[in-house]
């Protein structure tokens, strides 16, 4: 097995910083980013994961939530109101799948972890539109610039922190006002990385949010990229 490459590719990842502010929708280059610049943060996000009680159970029932994702008649039959209902909804309503980042991500050349790092790894990938139905943030540039923030306040990735610093420079006041904002919900809430997906999915989304702190969606005006099929 290959051992991961926790170096940090700067030059690799300007690069495709680089790519991505010609094209903000082009996930691919996002992976890249996130590859090139991980360094040691997966591994000890795993680590802590490992420890939590939801990680235990995950680990142990070797769950693979992207087929639980990929099951829509499941999704439909869940109560309206419900996390999995509404995150149907929204893949519908937006016309993505669980599938659209496994490709994403599968354009970037992957270590071979062992099954339980690769377990974790696929996870924090699929989680990630489920991310956005509990925190309310959208899938345009300032949702998605908010919920990197997010993330980066719970467990911090380079990579991630450098996609946001661009989004932040090169996206304005509101957008900055709105990174900011994120980080401090981040800092104030609990870690969604490591929330039992599985067990949230069928109750009501404000019992979700009320389970985690995140309190009531923000409110705000979604921005667009021009290429962003949204912006039609």
């Known amino acids: ?8 590719h700067f030059r690799t990842a300007w690069q495709a910083l680089g790519r991505l502010r010609e094209d ?20 000890r996000q795993f680590r802590k994961f490992r420890k939590t009680e939801a990680g235990q159970r995950i680990l142990a029932e070797k ?14 039959s869940l109560p309206e109101g419900s996390l999995g209902h509404e ?5 519908a309503r937006e016309k993505i799948s669980a ?9 970037v050349d992957r270590f071979e972890a062992d099954e339980d790092r690769t377990r974790f790894f696929n996870r924090l990938r699929d989680c990630h539109d489920l991310q956005h139905v509990t925190t309310g943030w959208g899938r345009d540039l300032l949702g998605e610039a908010s919920i990197l923030s997010y993330g980066i306040a719970q467990g911090w990735n380079h990579g991630i922190a450098l996609i946001v610093a661009m989004a932040g420079w090169t996206g304005g006041p ?5 990174i900011r904002r994120a980080w401090r919900r981040g800092k104030q809430t609990k870690n969604l990385d490591y929330a039992d997906w599985e067990r949230l999915l069928p109750l009501p989304l404000s019992e979700v949010r009320n389970e985690f702190g995140l309190g009531e969606p923000p409110v705000y ?8 099929p949204a912006a039609a």
């Not at 903000?24 to 591994?43: H, R, W």
């Open 174 to 178: 509101e957008m900055r006002a709105m």
């Open 1 to 8: 097995m290959d051992q991961p490459d926790t170096r940090l």
């Open 24 to 43: 903000p929708d082009n996930t691919d280059e996002v992976f890249v980013i996130i590859k090139a610049l991980s360094g040691k943060s997966g591994e």
């Open 99 to 107: 599938d659209g980042l496994v490709d994403a991500s599968e354009s």
């Open 221 to 228: 005006e979604p921005f667009w990229s021009e290429g962003a």
């Open 63 to 76: 769950r693979n939530l992207l087929e639980t994702l990929q099951n829509r008649e499941y999704l439909a």
């Open 87 to 91: 995150y149907f909804l929204f893949t």
